[in-house]
């Protein structure tokens, strides 16, 4: 089929015609939660796999247990049903006009400075409510050591950081479903929280509601030197800021906590934390948080519209970055 014979959402159009402002956002409120204890098990409204946080021991062993390790069943976790489950248990009304998993918003968040990553979101339409629904991406297994080393020392940093158990089992994880409004639109947002900093370990905002104030983001990733650093190492890490600021934001989690490794010795060699507000400046501003809200607030007002006019039609909508257009599969 001729692409562009069928309906789509032009990127660059969308972005040359956005003028820069601030865009309205409310700080996220957590309404209900679940925690997820193995890939059949789930416990609506309850904090059991909510992991408190503590400063891992540096260095540490990042390939220690991968033989044991427990990968993620990707198919147990794009199911909105214990969502669902959570926000009827609390009594939480569906008076919002979207309701998704953050993984989701962060793909569509992050177009405007990647527009190479291509990304595939469904949509359908439950009464008055826009539904986004996640498509598997379909990645490459881990076949190699080097890959499966990759895949688990991620996991294996959160546990350094969390808890002692001697199987790591990306399965468990406790899940945050906050409300907030970006632009014209009110969400209901499912997020999965790495651990919280019960002991105030890390300075707290008081701005933030309780819980949220308390949770922390944690990210892996390769320890390089200043001294070394190239531009296009700089603008890689720009770009991981990039990724790490909106998936905290999305969710209201104020506290990042970064374990660098030496992947030659595989280990865990410095730690540093970084509160989430503080991410932009760092990258002196090389991008701009509103050019990413607003092209949300732009891109899911033309799902709604699209999703209302065909109100009985799942839609799949898949972004080519060659086209720089996110393409409509009715």
């Not at 409120?29 to 193995?38: D, I, Q």
């Not at 002991?199 to 922390?216: F, K, M, N, Q, T």
Request: glycine fraction near 4%; include cysteine; proline fraction near 6%.
């Amino acid at each position: 089929m001729n692409h562009e014979k069928r309906p789509f959402f032009d990127v660059r159009q969308c972005l040359k015609e956005w003028k820069p402002d601030i865009v309205p956002v409310s700080s996220p409120v957590e309404v209900a939660c679940f925690s997820r204890l193995s890939t059949t098990q789930y416990i609506p409204c309850s904090r059991q796999a909510l992991k408190s946080f503590r400063f891992p021991q540096v260095p540490s062993c990042l390939s220690q247990g991968s033989d044991s390790f427990i990968p993620k069943d990707e198919s147990s976790s794009i199911s909105l049903t214990p969502v669902r489950e959570s926000l009827e248990k609390a009594n939480v009304p569906l008076d919002a006009s979207i309701l998704t998993f953050r993984n989701n918003l962060n793909k569509i968040a992050a177009t405007p400075y990647q527009v190479d990553k291509a990304w595939k979101v469904a949509s359908h339409l439950e009464g008055s409510l826009v539904v986004l629904d996640i498509i598997p991406d379909g990645s490459r297994q881990p076949v190699t050591y080097r890959d499966r080393y990759f895949e688990f020392c991620g996991y294996k940093f959160e546990q350094l950081c969390c808890d002692d158990n001697v199987v790591v089992d990306a399965n468990q994880e406790f899940c945050s479903i906050v409300k907030t409004s970006i632009g014209r639109h009110t969400l209901l947002i499912s997020a999965q929280v790495d651990c919280w900093d019960s002991r105030g370990l890390c300075s707290c905002s008081s701005r933030l509601a309780y819980p949220i104030c308390h949770y922390v983001e944690l990210k892996s990733m390769k320890k390089q030197t200043a001294a070394n650093a190239t531009k296009s190492m700089v603008r890689s890490l720009h770009h991981k800021y990039l990724r790490f600021w909106i998936q905290s934001f999305l969710a209201g989690v104020p506290h990042l906590f970064i374990g660098y490794r030496d992947d030659r010795r595989e280990m865990l060699v410095d730690t540093e934390y970084i509160p989430v507000c503080r991410l932009p400046e760092m990258c002196g501003y090389s991008w701009d948080p509103n050019v990413c809200l607003g092209f949300l607030d732009s891109f899911l007002h033309f799902v709604s519209t699209m999703q209302r006019t065909f109100p009985s039609t799942p839609i799949v909508w898949e972004y080519e970055p060659n086209a720089q257009k996110v393409f409509i599969s009715l």
